[in-house]
């Protein structure tokens, strides 16, 4: 995480007056909002899993993550979303001794709870692809993304000096200027090299990327065309929960026991309120709070700056 520019500092904040006025609304007047008509998502399919991990590795590689290693030096794959993994394959097993693998990173929320928490708009949603962003040149580290978040995704750098918020933001510095074209099986594709990493390197095809409505469909024709009972609920996870996400999952287990709360109908930045409420109670008014928090770290880069010309 860098400390905010002058510029930067005040779009925030103009963006946070904005931002501001709309968590004044009560939790009753939220709408439900629809994911962008192009919304771009992955559907995963615990049927198809193997747990090779090698969507793990290769998020890190794409996200330049520095992988946790052994005494040896050897990589170590990692047991949860953390500020060095964006992505991770867990293991679980519920009390009947049923297992699954399961896939763990950001849910590209359709209504995202980080994005409404974020005063100073470090976390945005994209309106054409609907990827949720974060701006490193926004953000100040107040966390409350952290806090918001009803899947509990995003992580911090807590042992870096400038600390970023560290979380899937489904490989947009990958695209550059190629362009989506719809291939066999009805998902539209990046060229090679441009799409999600975790989804290119798959070798079951247990995690692929499209357009959220081609994903929804592709859900379907899979629980259509699979022997009866093969997919928990004959459900797609994100299809509605939460409001929607554009991260989709099929399961032959139920839902909660992989570790996808059984959300309603409701979009996740209505709990972004009681965030806010509980975090503000007795303090002074947020944006007033944001803008102390930014100035204090605009002087301290300043004054960091000084140091190095005199030294
Ligand atoms: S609320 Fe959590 S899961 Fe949803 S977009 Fe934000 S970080 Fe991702
Ligand atoms: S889309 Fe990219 S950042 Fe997100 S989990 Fe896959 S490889 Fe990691
Ligand atoms: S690469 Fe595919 S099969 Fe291997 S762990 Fe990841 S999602 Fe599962």
Redesign the pocket.
């Given at each position: 995480m860098s400390a905010p520019n002058r510029r930067t500092l005040l779009k925030g904040l103009a963006l946070a007056g904005g931002t501001a006025a709309l968590e004044a609304a009560p939790a009753a007047a939220i709408e439900r909002r629809s994911a962008p008509p192009a919304a771009l998502g992955m559907l995963?399919d615990t049927t198809?899993?193997?747990?090779?991990?090698?969507?793990?590795f290769?998020c890190q590689q794409a996200n330049d993550l520095e992988p946790e290693r052994d005494a040896a030096g050897l990589h170590l794959a990692p047991a949860d979303l953390s500020g060095r993994t964006k992505n991770v394959?867990k293991l679980v097993e519920t009390d009947e001794g049923r297992r699954s693998?399961v896939?763990a990173q950001c849910m590209h929320c359709v209504d995202p709870a980080c994005a409404a928490a974020c005063m100073l708009a470090a976390l945005q949603k994209d309106p054409t692809t609907g990827i949720v962003s974060w701006d490193a040149a926004l953000c100040v580290g107040c966390r409350y993304c952290m806090m918001a978040c009803p899947f509990n995704v995003p992580k911090f750098e807590f042992d870096q000096a400038l600390p970023k918020v560290v979380k899937c933001e489904l490989c947009r510095h990958r695209v550059g200027n190629a362009t989506l074209d719809r291939v066999e099986g009805g998902l539209s594709q990046y060229p090679k090299g441009h799409g999600p990493a975790?989804c290119e390197?798959?070798?079951?095809?247990?995690?692929v990327y499209g357009r959220r409505d081609e994903l929804l469909a592709e859900a379907h024709r899979r629980i259509a065309e699979a022997p009866a009972g093969t997919y928990f609920e004959d459900r797609v996870y994100g299809e509605s929960e939460a409001g929607g996400t554009q991260v989709l999952y099929l399961s032959h287990l139920p839902f909660a026991e992989i570790g996808l709360p059984d959300y309603p109908d409701r979009p996740t930045r209505a709990d972004a309120y009681g965030v806010q409420e509980a975090i503000y109670k007795g303090f002074i008014a947020p944006v007033a709070l944001y803008g102390v928090l930014a100035a204090v770290m605009l002087r301290n880069r300043r004054r960091g700056a000084g140091e190095e010309e005199r030294s």
């Open positions: 995963y198809r899993c193997i747990g090779c991990k090698a969507c793990v290769a394959i693998f896939k975790c390197v798959c070798p079951r095809e247990a995690v």
